[in-house]
């Protein structure tokens, strides 16, 4: 439901080369989004600011998509533990935004009745982000991200920019297998091909330093593109439940039948529009050249 985020500078970790060894770059990595984690999660807890709820479950994304891109150089059970909770609080995080998104950037126009519902169902999700954030699990979380980015390193040989290739390569050539005949993908297919785009975008994203090349940031907006056209085609699933919750919030004396059945509708609209989208980003992302 969220808008995928779209900046390219704030997912490149400092301190990066390409002779980094990758368990060293994954730290580097890491280190950087527990920084933007505990900012965002401050705002969360001192406001109802919706940027700290979104930047937060950006944080834990990267967190997550870091993981899972380094598993193959660095893994076992403690970073098995860490993508684990990074998922439980993202989820945690999750209705508050996909509500805030729905009501002030799906929808044109909003009925009294469904914003009031909003607005108390937005105070109930606000909390439990809020006690998610605040809670000792978050905090045995923290603990453990540090301790994480201080461990010494493994004392490998390989490098970054190695890695990064082959690494970018698999990933690179798995999103043009899932894309061919984009025009007769069902919605399986195409939520498939969302979590191919997604993965490569932020393992493009955070290898980027590994190699010095002027074209890493138009393939990077290319990935970012298709990621968002592919979001967008995603959004009537989303809207199905957040409309779910409204109506079970909604009391006895609140009569929200036909205004969420209008809501449904608008929100179901505009879908060969989002087709087109998806094909120009197709389009720019095949002709944009590999940087590695």
Not at 137 to 149: C, I, K, S, T
Request: glycine share 6%.
């Amino acid at each position: 439901m969220a808008p995928p985020d779209t900046g390219i500078a704030p997912e490149t970790a400092p301190g990066l080369a390409p002779d980094t060894t990758p368990d060293v770059a994954l730290r580097h990595i890491v280190a950087a989004c527990h920084a933007d984690l505990l900012k965002y999660r401050a705002v969360v807890l001192a406001s109802r600011r919706p940027i700290g709820i979104h930047q937060t479950r950006v944080a834990l994304r990267r967190l997550r998509a870091a993981f899972g891109l380094f598993k193959s150089a660095v893994d076992g059970p403690v970073v098995r533990a860490l993508s684990a909770e990074a998922k439980w609080l993202a989820g945690e995080c999750a209705p508050a935004r996909d509500l805030h998104v729905f009501l002030n950037e799906t929808l044109d126009d909003v009925p009294p009745v469904v914003r009031r519902i909003g607005n108390r169902l937005a105070k109930t999700h606000l909390e439990r982000a809020r006690t998610a954030l605040a809670g000792a699990r978050f905090e045995g979380f923290h603990r453990q991200l540090d301790a994480f980015v201080t461990l010494s390193p493994a004392g490998t040989h390989e490098r970054l920019d190695e890695f990064a290739r082959t690494v970018l390569g698999t990933r690179h050539d798995k999103v043009v297998r899932r894309g061919r005949k984009l025009g007769a993908l069902d919605e399986r297919r195409l939520h498939r091909l969302r979590i191919a785009i997604k993965k490569l975008r932020y393992a493009a994203s955070f290898l980027r330093p590994a190699f010095a090349s002027p074209l890493a940031r138009p393939y990077i907006e290319a990935t970012v593109r298709l990621q968002g056209a592919l979001g967008a085609l995603n959004d009537r699933a989303v809207a199905a439940h957040v409309l779910a919750d409204l109506a079970t919030a909604a009391r006895p004396t609140e009569d929200v039948a036909r205004p969420l059945k209008a809501l449904a509708k608008q929100a179901a609209s505009g879908s060969k529009r989002r087709r087109r989208r998806l094909e120009r980003a197709w389009t720019d992302f095949r002709k944009a050249g590999r940087f590695w």
